[in-house]
Protein backbone atom coordinates (compact mmCIF):
# COMPACT_ATOMS: atom_id res chain seq x y z
CA UNK A 1 0.00 0.00 0.00
CA UNK A 2 3.33 2.20 0.15
CA UNK A 3 3.28 2.57 3.94
CA UNK A 4 6.08 0.51 5.83
CA UNK A 5 4.81 -2.51 7.75
CA UNK A 6 6.38 -2.30 10.77
CA UNK A 7 5.33 0.25 13.52
CA UNK A 8 3.01 3.10 13.85
CA UNK A 9 1.60 5.00 10.68
CA UNK A 10 2.67 8.21 12.03
CA UNK A 11 4.16 9.86 15.57
CA UNK A 12 1.69 12.94 15.29
CA UNK A 13 2.21 14.06 18.94
CA UNK A 14 5.91 14.94 19.11
CA UNK A 15 5.02 17.23 15.79
CA UNK A 16 3.84 20.51 17.33
CA UNK A 17 4.20 22.98 15.11
CA UNK A 18 4.93 22.80 10.68
CA UNK A 19 8.15 21.76 9.98
CA UNK A 20 10.88 24.59 9.02
CA UNK A 21 11.12 25.48 5.65
CA UNK A 22 7.74 24.44 4.47
CA UNK A 23 4.23 25.95 4.28
CA UNK A 24 1.52 24.27 6.03
CA UNK A 25 -1.48 22.39 4.27
CA UNK A 26 -5.30 23.05 4.98
CA UNK A 27 -6.27 19.64 3.39
CA UNK A 28 -4.98 16.10 4.08
CA UNK A 29 -6.01 13.55 1.25
CA UNK A 30 -6.30 10.55 2.37
CA UNK A 31 -6.70 7.85 0.16
CA UNK A 32 -6.02 4.16 -1.18
CA UNK A 33 -2.97 3.11 -3.83
CA UNK A 34 -5.42 1.53 -6.40
CA UNK A 35 -3.57 3.36 -9.86
CA UNK A 36 -7.07 4.68 -10.67
CA UNK A 37 -7.20 6.20 -7.66
CA UNK A 38 -3.65 7.87 -8.39
CA UNK A 39 -4.77 9.42 -11.23
CA UNK A 40 -8.04 10.84 -9.29
CA UNK A 41 -6.04 11.88 -6.68
CA UNK A 42 -3.87 13.61 -8.82
CA UNK A 43 -6.91 15.43 -10.61
CA UNK A 44 -8.14 16.64 -7.31
CA UNK A 45 -5.33 17.97 -6.05
CA UNK A 46 -4.78 19.82 -8.95
CA UNK A 47 -8.75 21.26 -8.97
CA UNK A 48 -8.18 22.59 -5.13
CA UNK A 49 -4.52 24.22 -6.05
CA UNK A 50 -6.73 25.59 -8.63
CA UNK A 51 -8.83 27.15 -6.34
CA UNK A 52 -6.41 28.61 -3.44
CA UNK A 53 -6.91 25.49 -1.14
CA UNK A 54 -3.60 23.96 -0.59
CA UNK A 55 -3.54 19.62 0.08
CA UNK A 56 -0.98 17.00 1.37
CA UNK A 57 -0.83 14.39 -0.94
CA UNK A 58 2.11 11.91 0.06
CA UNK A 59 3.52 11.55 -3.27
CA UNK A 60 4.33 15.19 -3.74
CA UNK A 61 4.46 16.37 -0.06
CA UNK A 62 7.04 14.02 1.58
CA UNK A 63 10.83 14.94 0.67
CA UNK A 64 13.09 12.65 -0.81
CA UNK A 65 14.94 10.39 2.00
CA UNK A 66 12.36 11.64 5.02
CA UNK A 67 10.89 9.00 7.44
CA UNK A 68 7.26 8.03 5.46
CA UNK A 69 5.93 7.38 8.71
CA UNK A 70 6.30 10.80 10.38
CA UNK A 71 6.00 12.88 7.47
CA UNK A 72 2.23 11.49 7.43
CA UNK A 73 2.19 12.82 11.18
CA UNK A 74 3.13 15.96 9.70
CA UNK A 75 0.86 16.25 7.48
CA UNK A 76 -1.88 15.28 9.79
CA UNK A 77 -1.53 17.52 12.68
CA UNK A 78 -1.08 20.51 10.56
CA UNK A 79 -3.79 20.51 8.13
CA UNK A 80 -7.62 21.29 8.96
CA UNK A 81 -9.13 18.98 6.92
CA UNK A 82 -9.08 15.15 5.86
CA UNK A 83 -10.36 14.00 2.64
CA UNK A 84 -11.06 10.78 2.61
CA UNK A 85 -11.00 8.28 -0.72
CA UNK A 86 -13.67 5.53 0.15
CA UNK A 87 -13.00 2.37 -1.77
CA UNK A 88 -13.33 -1.13 -0.79
CA UNK A 89 -9.38 -1.22 -0.43
CA UNK A 90 -9.90 1.99 1.72
CA UNK A 91 -12.58 0.15 3.94
CA UNK A 92 -10.19 -2.57 4.38
CA UNK A 93 -6.73 -0.76 5.10
CA UNK A 94 -5.54 -0.64 8.62
CA UNK A 95 -3.41 2.24 7.23
CA UNK A 96 -6.16 4.46 5.39
CA UNK A 97 -8.48 3.64 8.75
CA UNK A 98 -5.26 4.86 11.11
CA UNK A 99 -5.61 8.03 9.09
CA UNK A 100 -9.34 8.83 9.04
CA UNK A 101 -9.19 7.53 13.26
CA UNK A 102 -6.80 9.74 13.74
CA UNK A 103 -8.55 12.89 12.05
CA UNK A 104 -11.05 12.31 13.56
CA UNK A 105 -9.76 11.61 17.09
CA UNK A 106 -8.10 14.85 16.45
CA UNK A 107 -11.25 16.61 15.45
CA UNK A 108 -10.07 17.33 12.24
CA UNK A 109 -12.97 18.35 9.72
CA UNK A 110 -13.50 14.97 7.56
CA UNK A 111 -14.74 15.03 3.95
CA UNK A 112 -15.73 11.47 2.48
CA UNK A 113 -15.97 11.52 -0.69
CA UNK A 114 -17.33 7.95 -2.77
CA UNK A 115 -15.20 7.05 -5.38
CA UNK A 116 -16.90 3.51 -5.92
CA UNK A 117 -20.40 1.98 -4.37
CA UNK A 118 -19.98 -0.02 -1.15
CA UNK A 119 -22.89 -1.40 1.54
CA UNK A 120 -23.20 0.48 4.56
CA UNK A 121 -25.74 -1.40 6.23
CA UNK A 122 -25.68 -3.51 9.23
CA UNK A 123 -23.69 -6.61 7.26
CA UNK A 124 -22.27 -4.54 4.85
CA UNK A 125 -18.84 -4.10 3.74
CA UNK A 126 -18.09 -1.19 6.04
CA UNK A 127 -16.41 -1.62 9.33
CA UNK A 128 -18.05 -0.25 12.62
CA UNK A 129 -15.39 2.16 12.96
CA UNK A 130 -15.22 3.46 9.66
CA UNK A 131 -19.47 3.66 9.48
CA UNK A 132 -18.75 5.65 13.14
CA UNK A 133 -17.09 8.30 11.56
CA UNK A 134 -18.43 9.06 8.46
CA UNK A 135 -22.26 7.65 8.72
CA UNK A 136 -23.02 11.27 10.03
CA UNK A 137 -21.30 13.06 7.24
CA UNK A 138 -22.83 14.32 4.15
CA UNK A 139 -20.68 12.51 1.42
CA UNK A 140 -19.78 14.06 -1.45
CA UNK A 141 -19.84 11.38 -5.01
CA UNK A 142 -17.16 11.15 -7.23
CA UNK A 143 -17.78 7.64 -9.13
CA UNK A 144 -16.51 6.97 -12.48
CA UNK A 145 -19.51 7.17 -14.96
CA UNK A 146 -22.16 8.43 -12.28
CA UNK A 147 -21.16 11.95 -11.27
CA UNK A 148 -19.81 14.47 -12.91
CA UNK A 149 -16.52 15.53 -11.71
CA UNK A 150 -17.24 19.19 -11.91
CA UNK A 151 -20.25 19.52 -10.08
CA UNK A 152 -18.78 17.31 -7.32
CA UNK A 153 -15.76 19.26 -7.08
CA UNK A 154 -17.81 22.43 -6.68
CA UNK A 155 -20.35 21.17 -4.04
CA UNK A 156 -16.56 19.80 -2.35
CA UNK A 157 -15.33 22.96 -2.67
CA UNK A 158 -18.44 24.90 -1.39
CA UNK A 159 -18.48 22.57 1.81
CA UNK A 160 -14.50 23.40 2.51
CA UNK A 161 -15.67 27.08 2.24
CA UNK A 162 -18.72 26.37 4.58
CA UNK A 163 -16.05 24.76 7.21
CA UNK A 164 -13.89 27.84 7.36
CA UNK A 165 -11.24 26.39 4.91
CA UNK A 166 -11.02 28.93 1.86
CA UNK A 167 -8.36 29.38 -0.71
CA UNK A 168 -6.34 33.23 -0.94
CA UNK A 169 -9.24 35.68 -1.61
CA UNK A 170 -8.57 39.50 -1.83
CA UNK A 171 -11.17 41.44 0.12
CA UNK A 172 -12.32 44.52 -0.69
CA UNK A 173 -12.60 47.40 2.43
CA UNK A 174 -15.33 49.50 2.34
CA UNK A 175 -14.84 53.50 1.76
CA UNK A 176 -15.87 55.09 5.31
CA UNK A 177 -14.22 58.83 3.73
CA UNK A 178 -16.90 61.67 4.70
CA UNK A 179 -19.50 59.49 6.49
CA UNK A 180 -21.13 60.90 9.85
CA UNK A 181 -20.42 58.96 12.74
CA UNK A 182 -23.43 59.03 14.75
CA UNK A 183 -24.14 58.56 18.73
CA UNK A 184 -25.10 54.84 18.05
CA UNK A 185 -22.07 54.14 16.21
CA UNK A 186 -19.97 55.80 18.70
CA UNK A 187 -21.51 54.01 21.57
CA UNK A 188 -20.92 50.20 19.22
CA UNK A 189 -17.36 51.47 18.78
CA UNK A 190 -16.41 52.38 22.18
CA UNK A 191 -18.29 48.10 22.28
CA UNK A 192 -16.01 47.02 20.18
CA UNK A 193 -12.75 48.38 21.79
CA UNK A 194 -13.86 47.00 25.23
CA UNK A 195 -14.36 43.43 23.14
CA UNK A 196 -10.93 44.02 21.52
CA UNK A 197 -8.95 44.76 24.98
CA UNK A 198 -10.39 41.54 26.69
CA UNK A 199 -9.45 39.79 23.72
CA UNK A 200 -5.74 41.14 23.77
CA UNK A 201 -5.79 40.43 27.65
CA UNK A 202 -6.70 36.58 26.89
CA UNK A 203 -4.36 36.53 24.29
CA UNK A 204 -1.28 37.61 25.84
CA UNK A 205 -2.14 35.65 28.82
CA UNK A 206 -2.23 32.58 26.10
CA UNK A 207 0.86 33.13 24.18
CA UNK A 208 2.95 32.04 27.50
CA UNK A 209 0.85 28.88 27.67
CA UNK A 210 1.21 26.30 25.46
CA UNK A 211 -1.57 25.28 22.70
CA UNK A 212 -2.77 21.79 22.59
CA UNK A 213 -2.81 21.58 18.69
CA UNK A 214 -6.25 21.03 16.98
CA UNK A 215 -7.79 20.53 20.95
CA UNK A 216 -10.79 22.35 21.42
CA UNK A 217 -12.52 22.98 24.48
CA UNK A 218 -16.28 20.83 24.77
CA UNK A 219 -17.90 23.72 26.29
CA UNK A 220 -17.12 27.60 25.07
CA UNK A 221 -15.24 25.46 21.71
CA UNK A 222 -12.01 27.22 21.96
CA UNK A 223 -8.56 26.43 21.99
CA UNK A 224 -6.61 24.79 24.37
CA UNK A 225 -3.81 26.35 26.01
CA UNK A 226 -1.83 25.34 29.14
CA UNK A 227 -3.18 22.63 31.46
CA UNK A 228 -5.49 20.68 29.13
CA UNK A 229 -8.12 18.45 30.94
CA UNK A 230 -9.18 14.96 29.40
CA UNK A 231 -12.31 13.67 30.74
CA UNK A 232 -11.71 9.86 32.22
CA UNK A 233 -15.28 8.60 31.18
CA UNK A 234 -16.66 10.31 27.87
CA UNK A 235 -14.54 9.62 24.80
CA UNK A 236 -12.73 12.40 23.54
CA UNK A 237 -14.09 15.31 25.93
CA UNK A 238 -11.85 17.88 26.64
CA UNK A 239 -12.00 21.20 28.71
CA UNK A 240 -9.73 24.47 28.82
CA UNK A 241 -8.78 26.01 31.95
CA UNK A 242 -11.04 28.53 31.93
CA UNK A 243 -14.48 26.31 32.19
CA UNK A 244 -12.77 23.53 34.33
CA UNK A 245 -12.18 26.49 37.00
CA UNK A 246 -15.76 27.21 36.60
CA UNK A 247 -16.79 23.83 37.41
CA UNK A 248 -18.02 23.16 34.08
CA UNK A 249 -18.17 18.88 33.63
CA UNK A 250 -17.55 18.07 37.44
CA UNK A 251 -19.54 14.90 37.58
CA UNK A 252 -16.72 13.44 35.58
CA UNK A 253 -13.03 13.28 37.03
CA UNK A 254 -10.89 14.87 34.39
CA UNK A 255 -7.12 13.92 33.31
CA UNK A 256 -4.82 16.46 33.75
CA UNK A 257 -2.61 16.97 30.50
CA UNK A 258 -0.61 20.18 31.43
CA UNK A 259 1.73 19.87 27.85
CA UNK A 260 0.86 18.30 24.90
CA UNK A 261 3.78 16.08 25.20
CA UNK A 262 2.95 15.46 28.32
CA UNK A 263 1.45 11.68 28.76
CA UNK A 264 0.88 11.41 25.29
CA UNK A 265 2.43 7.41 24.09
CA UNK A 266 3.60 9.20 20.57
CA UNK A 267 3.66 6.97 17.90
CA UNK A 268 1.47 4.50 19.23
CA UNK A 269 -2.43 3.62 18.45
CA UNK A 270 -5.35 1.73 20.84
CA UNK A 271 -5.64 -1.66 18.70
CA UNK A 272 -9.06 -1.59 19.83
CA UNK A 273 -10.56 2.23 19.60
CA UNK A 274 -7.65 3.45 17.18
CA UNK A 275 -7.24 6.34 18.91
CA UNK A 276 -4.04 8.07 20.36
CA UNK A 277 -2.85 6.81 23.93
CA UNK A 278 -3.16 9.43 27.12
CA UNK A 279 -2.45 7.89 30.47
CA UNK A 280 -1.61 4.79 31.05
CA UNK A 281 -0.47 2.24 28.05
CA UNK A 282 -1.25 -1.25 28.23
CA UNK A 283 0.93 -3.46 25.80
CA UNK A 284 0.56 -7.36 25.62
CA UNK A 285 2.99 -9.22 26.56
CA UNK A 286 2.05 -12.11 23.72
CA UNK A 287 0.86 -10.38 20.44
CA UNK A 288 3.17 -8.46 18.62
CA UNK A 289 2.82 -4.77 18.72
CA UNK A 290 -0.46 -4.49 20.36
CA UNK A 291 -1.62 -2.11 22.57
CA UNK A 292 -4.64 -0.55 24.49
CA UNK A 293 -5.49 2.78 26.34
CA UNK A 294 -6.81 2.96 29.48
CA UNK A 295 -10.26 3.30 28.56
CA UNK A 296 -10.19 0.15 26.21
CA UNK A 297 -8.46 -2.04 29.29
CA UNK A 298 -11.02 -0.74 31.74
CA UNK A 299 -14.17 -1.97 29.43
CA UNK A 300 -11.87 -5.69 29.69
CA UNK A 301 -11.22 -5.55 26.24
CA UNK A 302 -8.01 -8.21 25.08
CA UNK A 303 -8.20 -9.65 28.85
CA UNK A 304 -7.12 -13.20 27.91
CA UNK A 305 -3.60 -12.29 27.47
CA UNK A 306 -1.19 -10.44 30.01
CA UNK A 307 -0.38 -6.71 29.00
CA UNK A 308 2.22 -5.04 31.04
CA UNK A 309 1.46 -1.04 31.98
CA UNK A 310 3.34 1.75 31.10
CA UNK A 311 2.80 4.64 32.95
CA UNK A 312 5.23 7.61 31.25
CA UNK A 313 5.46 7.81 27.37
Not at 86 to 95: A, E, M, N, Q
Not at 130 to 139: E, G, R
Not at 185 to 194: F, G, P
Not at 270 to 294: A, Q, T, V
Amino acid sequence: EGFRESGSICDIGSVMSKPEGRSRKEIFISYGREDEVKDFVKKLKDSLEGRRLSSWLDTTDIPAGSDWHAEIGVGLQNCRALIAIITKKYISSRFCKKELYGANTDGKKIFPIIFEDFDLGANGEVGAGVKYVISDINWTFFRKGKDDFAESVAKLIDGLNAAGIKGEVEVEEENEEGEDTEDGEEEEEEEEEEEEEEEEEVKEEEEVKELHPRVSCDICNGAVYGTRYKCTVCPNYDLCERCKAKGRHAEHAMTAIKSPKDRCHRGFFCDICESFIYGIRYKCLKCSNYDLCWECKGKGHHSKHKMKAFEAP
